[in-house]
């Protein structure tokens, strides 16, 4: 039986708790805050919008705050606002995009955030190049994705029915103010593309028995459950309760969902493509011929899911990673640091403006793509115990027999200890 667990994070969207790992997917001070942070300020957004293609690897999807961050981002900034700026659709607006650093604005010419160049974005056309690939080991997080909330005011979490210690403290600070939130239609359109691809979420009695439960009303959207019960309703045999209940959806369908279809139609979001892919990451991108643009790497924490921390599985995604593409990452920790250097990468901080602190790691072909190096402390940590990278040969072993072979090259090392190493660093200084 599939357990879900979740609760309101301090910016108002849903964070999950994970009872086989016993530890939380999301941060308490924000899990699509996090998203944000982490994953999408980092992108050069207008140079890769320049692109004639653009391809994301959203390696564990989650419930997609990733992927639907980075949608949402787009949307926001070069449909809706742009949308409202000049009043009219924003299909017809050309967005300028600044190439030259150097360009001069004309002296009648208005420029306000970006300066007047001769290379432009069609925004009617951005969608449509857009193929994200979102990877999942667990189908139930996936039929989930598109129905939980996000930005939710004045929110109340349920009693916790698992540990919940590490968790309830940190709810209990301050509310992020002006929170983000991802637009109806992000939900929506993923929505329908998961049961394009995998239709028996309809049949799928774990997703009925938590979209139906009153327990879990306040975390999922209304609207969207409605929609779901219809495409069931139409799918069920038509009894004489049924015929009824089909009709009583079919007009909530209707009124609920057109407005969903004209606001896709108006902004071509339905035109970006989205593949679900359901089983073991390593398997999934052995068989994908992409290169890409972003790689998202949201995976568990490597103490506990270190498979797709090894050193093999960043070798790997250096072939499917293109030149100047990048992989993003949460993760600061030295083995999955040194792993990727060893794999051909340039390394990089991740800088967080709200915190004023580095927050995350970036990988990259091109060095020139690194904006925050790593300090002389964090490179010299790369070459200590704590530097040991997991091994994964073959891209098949379990979890629990990587994180032993780790353990015992520690044990076995001759690398200076980490402790040792602070202390001879803090002695320099």
């Known amino acids: ?47 890769l919008l320049a692109k004639d293609s653009i391809k994301v690897l959203d390696i564990c999807y989650g419930i997609g705050y990733n992927s639907k961050s980075f949608l949402n981002l787009i949307l926001e900034n070069y449909f809706l606002k742009i949308s409202q700026k000049n009043n009219k659709h924003a299909k017809q607006y050309i967005e300028t995009i600044c190439t030259n650093n150097n360009s001069e604005k004309n002296n009648n010419e208005s420029v306000s955030n970006y300066s007047m160049c001769t290379e432009t974005i069609d925004t009617h056309n951005i969608f449509d190049k857009i193929y994200i690939k979102s ?23 349920n009693n916790f029915d698992f540990e919940y210690k590490n968790i309830d403290k940190y709810l209990e600070k301050e509310k992020i103010k002006n929170p983000k939130k991802i637009h109806k239609l992000i939900n929506f359109v993923i929505f329908e593309k998961i049961i394009k691809k995998y239709p028996e979420i309809l049949q799928n009695e774990d997703i009925i028995a938590i979209l139906d439960s009153k327990r879990y009303n306040s975390y999922f959207d209304s609207n969207l459950k409605g929609i779901y019960e219809f495409y069931r309703s139409e799918r069920c045999k038509c009894t004489l309760l049924k ?85 993003l990452t949460y993760s600061t920790s030295a083995a999955i640091r040194s792993a990727m250097k060893e794999a051909g990468f340039f390394i990089g901080n991740i800088y967080n403006e709200r915190l004023n ?35 994964d040969e073959n891209l098949t ?33």
């Open 243 to 327: 015929k009824i209940s089909t009709s009583l959806h079919n007009i909530y369908y209707q009124h609920v969902s057109n407005c969903y279809k004209n606001d896709l139609k108006r902004y071509n979001l339905r035109d970006f493509s989205f593949d679900p892919q359901i089983g073991d990451a390593r398997d999934i991108i052995k068989n994908d011929n992409n290169l890409y643009n972003l790689i998202f790497l949201d995976a568990f924490t490597p103490a506990k899911c270190p498979c797709l921390w090894s050193y093999e599985f960043f070798k790997l995604l250096f072939e499917h990673l293109e030149q100047d593409g990048m992989i």
């Open 357 to 391: 602190k580095y927050t995350g790691t970036i990988a990259v072909k091109d060095s020139a793509k690194i904006i925050h190096s790593l300090s002389e402390f964090d490179l010299g940590l790369l070459n200590t115990t704590a530097g040991i990278f997991y091994r």
């Open 397 to 429: 072993s379990q979890n629990e027999a990587i994180i032993e072979r780790r353990n015992q090259e520690v044990k076995n090392s001759d690398r200076l200890s980490t402790s040792k190493y602070k202390k001879n660093f803090n002695k320099i200084l």
């Open 1 to 47: 039986m599939f357990e879900f667990h979740p609760y309101f994070t301090n910016d108002g969207s849903v964070g999950l708790y994970s009872p086989e790992f016993k530890d939380i997917y999301h941060s308490t001070t924000g899990a699509l805050t996090e998203a944000y942070e982490k994953f999408i300020m980092p992108v050069d957004i207008e140079n």
């Open 135 to 157: 990877v999942d080991i667990d189908k139930n997080l996936f039929f989930l994705s598109p129905f939980v909330k996000t930005g939710v005011k004045n929110f109340k979490n």
